[in-house]
């Protein structure tokens, strides 16, 4: 498994393409649409194949991650791609990294924690906003194991 950038990579349609199945776009974080298709971000790959992605911003002196997903679980895909952006970001004087997942998703929020992500806020309804701005109704969603996705969970890494 490599990781490399993914300015340099042929994948960013792969990943694009992605991230319009599983999320839609643009994605939306504490109510802003962000436009992710392109972003800096580092691949995973195995064999030429494509096995995760991770994409950030830098704004104000932080590190937003926007987009994470693996496509091949427990072999290190996603912290090996979390590592590269850290790197990359103290590089630009980054000291806080962090990222926003739904209240449903405790893969995630056990994921974040136990590489060092700390829970910074919980973003009450702030799905609510997610919905309208993509236009998807306002009906209740429900997400993994039938929970109701209404809330963003805020994690941070400082360094």
Aim: with cysteine; aromatic share 8%; glycine share 10%.
């Amino acid at each position: 498994m490599e990781f490399l950038s993914l300015e340099s990579s042929k994948h960013r349609e792969e990943v694009n393409e992605h991230i319009r199945k599983q999320w839609g776009l643009p994605v939306i974080t504490r109510g802003s649409a962000i436009d992710v298709v392109n972003l800096p971000g580092f691949i995973a790959h195995d064999d030429g194949e494509l096995i995760g992605a991770i994409l950030y911003q830098i704004k104000n002196g932080e590190c937003e991650i926007a987009v994470l997903f693996s496509l091949r679980e427990n072999i290190g895909v996603g912290s090996g791609l979390l590592k590269a952006v850290v790197e990359a970001v103290k590089e630009h004087g980054c000291r806080r990294v962090w990222l926003i997942t739904t209240n449903d998703n405790a893969p995630a929020i056990r994921y974040y924690q136990k590489r060092g992500f700390s829970l910074k806020a919980v973003h009450t309804n702030a799905f609510k906003i997610t919905q309208k701005l993509k236009g998807m109704g306002d009906e209740t969603i429900f997400g993994i194991d039938g929970i109701p996705i209404l809330h963003e969970v805020e994690f941070e890494l400082v360094f």
